[in-house]
């Protein structure tokens, strides 16, 4: 089937930690030579969409506008757009999630937001978590910007953010609006940046539970590429099937 656009993941189909996957990269450049529309899609809350540029272009020669980059920060300031209960917040995060919310036009505010939204901060303090709670008890809505409970690193998986929104769900007993992969806002929000529906749109990603369980959880097609997370052995076990599985994105036709 030809699609006619390409949600994509990053770390994993097109790069894996620090090293460029070559396969990825001739797979951008030959959607860039047949004009054809992608939106990069991805759970790091940690880093703008511009930071992300410069780090394809600088580490691995990949060279894209930031508005093909749709992180999980994005869709948040998205969806609280379209909620429309407020513009005062209060966030867990880095500056890749914090200073984007702000620059959207909305307002911080310890005491008394509308929105509490935790991600993936590394100067988490007990502090920060007590604003949280008690916001979120005082009636905030709570989004949690993406359920990655773990980060793989060269010293082994780190705490992720789904670590974090999970402690300040245990203290409200209360569960989060999640945003990220594989969750439906991020996708609905991708598609409509694509500015097509969704059967005609591709997920392209090497994690079954997060790109490939995006896909399938929200009615798009989805291509499994085994440059990543999921390997070669797991796909006879995997409960639903991606529509394609690749080893290599050298072998998917444009």
């Keep these: 089937m030809a699609y006619k656009g390409y949600l994509i993941d990053l770390d994993g189909t097109i790069y894996l930690g620090k090293e460029i996957i070559p396969a990825g990269k001739r797979f951008v450049e030959r959607l860039q030579q047949s004009e054809q529309p992608f939106l990069f899609v991805t759970n790091n809350t940690t880093k703008t969409p511009t930071a992300v540029a410069e780090r394809l272009a600088n580490e691995f020669d990949i060279h894209v506008p930031a508005a093909t980059i749709y992180t999980a920060s994005l869709a948040t300031i998205d969806f609280m757009r379209e909620e429309n209960k407020g513009n005062r917040v209060y966030v867990i995060g880095e500056s890749g999630l914090v200073d984007l919310i702000l620059e959207a036009g909305f307002v911080w505010d310890e005491e008394a937001p ?29 989004i949690g910007t993406n359920p990655d409970k773990n980060i793989p690193t060269e010293r082994g998986l780190l705490p992720g953010a789904g670590s974090m929104i999970a402690l300040v769900e245990t203290a409200v007993q209360q569960a989060p609006i ?4 594989p969750n439906a806002v991020i996708m609905d929000e991708a598609v409509k940046v694509l500015g097509l529906k969704k059967n005609d749109v591709l997920m392209v990603g090497d994690n079954y539970e997060t790109d490939i369980q995006a896909g399938i959880k929200n009615g798009i097609d989805t291509l499994l590429v085994l440059s990543g997370f999921t390997q070669k052995e797991d796909v006879p076990t995997l409960p639903v099937p991606a529509t394609y599985t690749v080893e290599s994105l050298d072998e998917w036709k444009i």
């Design 178 to 181: 999640m945003i990220g992969k």
């Design 114 to 142: 509308d929105y509490v939204i935790v991600g993936l901060d590394t100067e988490i303090t007990y502090e920060k978590f007590v604003k949280a709670t008690l916001a979120i008890r005082n009636g905030a809505v709570f």
